[in-house]
């Protein structure tokens, strides 16, 4: 399963079992998880369709829950603190049963 992140983000966190992508350099309209976080929610906004399935799952990595408030309005499906940043593979394993239903 391909994942994309719109930040820069330490990969060595997820599972080498997913092919992590940045969304600046080449990536087909394959990912099924897109990870962002308040810096890069507009870059999210505008460039997901490019890199994203039509059925796909969003994570935002917030620093605090007061980022809550911006991420709601762009629909993004799930959320994790980023001193629970090392949970982010439970959490995109659920992102994959979810898109597996």
């Known amino acids: 399963m391909n994942v994309v992140t719109f930040f820069d ?12 992508k940045f969304y600046k350099n080449e990536c087909a309209k394959d990912c099924a998880v897109a990870l962002l976080n308040i810096d890069s929610i507009f870059d999210y906004e505008e460039h997901k369709h490019s890199y994203c399935k039509d059925n796909f799952v969003s994570i935002a990595i917030v620093e605090d829950w007061d980022d809550y408030d911006a991420f709601k309005n762009f629909g993004v499906s799930a959320w994790i603190k980023s001193d629970d940043i090392a949970k982010i593979n439970e959490l995109i394993s659920l992102a994959e049963k979810r898109l597996a239903s």
């Open 9 to 20: 983000f330490d990969e060595s966190l997820i599972n080498k079992k997913y092919n992590v």
